[in-house]
């Protein structure tokens, strides 16, 4: 009996492994589509805390990141909490072995419990991401689908060197303003900066200005044939060509009040 007992137990011990190798940062059972998006802007909305990363409890708290990390992050928070699936292009250094990069890696099956591979996927993301992917992972919206979750991100020259910068839109507030919540460099535990009305810098030309995340089937289309259905529109951009940098976000605040 005892040898019997032997051969089960090796038998388990060699399954376990081996869906451990398969493991994945966590098992997506639902789908990027218009419900979860506006499930999505909801919780942002109503949810998103400016001490999201300086908590003491919570999926991101003692994540330290740079503004960019905060867009990717809180995405990945909603992704994870909802099982859905989390994918982005591949970083630079992925580039030579995989197109896309997500959930589904199993880059950290040796973390047995979820909540800390997860923190690890994260963490990871944070170390290989930066405000220059936002262009390959997001796609520019119409102007009156400009609300919460949605990305704002800027270009700008700096003693003769490009620097970048990102938000994502936390919602209107009581007079029906646009809030702009958003991290800062270098990578390090902070709660989020609050602008509202304006940003700090404007945008002046294609990929900058207001997006949305990609779904994972739109990754590695041409940006152009992302359907308007899922609020694909380059009219910012036509407009900025219209009223200049100086005055586009004015404009664009003048149609949101209106709408």
């Known amino acids: 009996m005892n040898k019997y007992l032997l051969i089960v137990l090796f038998i388990f011990v ?8 398969q493991a994945e940062v966590w098992h997506a059972t639902q ?13 942002v ?21 740079d503004c960019a990390d905060v867009l990717y992050d809180i995405r990945i928070q909603f992704a994870f909490e909802n099982s859905l699936p989390f994918i982005i292009t591949a970083p630079d ?5 995989m197109k896309v990069f997500g959930n589904n890696t199993n880059m950290f099956d040796n973390i047995a419990n979820e909540r800390s591979r997860v923190r690890a996927f994260i963490n990871y993301v944070n170390d290989e991401v930066g405000t220059e ?31 970048h910068h990102s938000y994502i839109i936390k919602g209107f507030d009581q007079d029906h303003e ?11 535990v902070r709660k ?10 404007s945008f002046s030309e294609a990929p900058f200005g207001f997006r949305k995340w990609r ?11 992302i359907p308007e259905s899922e609020g694909y529109s380059d009219e910012q951009y036509k407009l900025l060509e219209k009223v200049g940098k100086g005055e586009i976000l004015k404009e664009i605040r003048r149609q949101l009040q209106n709408k």
């Not at 060699?14 to 190798?21: E, G, H, M, N, R």
């Not at 250094?93 to 072995?97: A, D, E, I, R």
């Not at 989020?192 to 810098?201: E, G, S, V």
């Not at 089937?217 to 044939?225: G, T």
């Open 93 to 97: 250094v992925l580039q030579s072995k």
């Open 178 to 188: 646009l809030q702009y919540f958003a991290g800062d460099a270098p990578r390090k």
């Open 31 to 43: 789908n990027w589509n218009s419900f979860w998006e506006n499930q999505y802007q909801s919780w």
């Open 192 to 201: 989020l900066q609050i602008d509202t009305k304006y940003p700090r810098f």
């Open 45 to 65: 909305n109503n949810t998103l805390a400016t001490n999201v990363f300086t908590r003491e409890d919570g999926l991101l708290a003692g994540i330290s990141t």
């Open 14 to 21: 060699i399954s376990l492994k081996a869906t451990q190798v």
């Open 215 to 225: 779904h994972p089937e739109h990754l590695l289309i041409p940006i152009k044939d």
């Open 133 to 163: 992917n936002l262009a390959k992972d997001t796609f520019p919206i119409k102007i009156k689908s400009i609300n919460s979750g949605v990305l704002y991100f800027v270009e700008w020259s700096l003693f003769g060197k490009l620097e």
